[in-house]
């Protein structure tokens, strides 16, 4: 009789033992599948916020006139996009870590903390010359992203 009762407390442990490592194994493949999701999560972010603000440029520049409807000039923390709109003008700049907005009156002395924060950035840089707008846009954790801009046709070249 003992041997039996000894017999069915070795089944119970083994069932509980592998339970137990069933249990491990699922909780392992659990939180491998939460980390590569979050990773991947955060890489979209980045992509997602980089090249949302790439393409808010660009169309901002798309939607001028014409060439003579852009501009740069200093302002901000480095230069800015400048469309002239009659007695207004649109400036798009980079101030205090984020990419901002100003609509104003062309004799208006506003400042860059004026302006609308479109989105965080890490910096802006912006040429002119010949025709060609060069455009470098920086996230905030660095990466640059640069966009040459055709302001007599309809090329976008990004490298």
């Known amino acids: ?6 017999e069915y407390h070795l089944d119970g442990l083994i069932a509980l033992l592998l339970f137990g490592v069933f249990a491990a194994c699922l909780m392992a493949v659990l939180f491998t599948g939460a980390n590569a999701y979050r990773r991947l999560t955060v890489r979209n972010n980045a992509f997602y916020e980089n090249r949302t603000c790439a393409q808010y440029v660009t169309v901002k520049v798309r939607q001028a006139d014409g060439p003579t409807a852009v501009d740069v000039e200093a302002f901000g923390e480095g230069d800015a996009l400048v469309f002239p709109d009659g007695d207004y003008m649109t400036r798009v700049y980079y101030y205090d870590g ?6 104003s009156e ?3 002395a506003l400042g860059p903390e004026a302006g609308e924060k479109v989105m965080e950035a890490g910096g802006l840089s912006i040429s002119l010359e010949d025709g060609m707008l060069s455009i470098i846009i920086t996230d ?6 640069k966009l040459m801009l055709s302001l007599y046709g309809e090329g976008e070249v990004n490298s």
């Open 1 to 6: 009789m003992k041997k039996r009762t000894m």
């Open 98 to 103: 984020y990419l901002m907005e100003l609509y």
């Open 106 to 108: 062309k004799d208006a």
């Open 140 to 145: 905030k954790d660095g990466e640059a992203q």
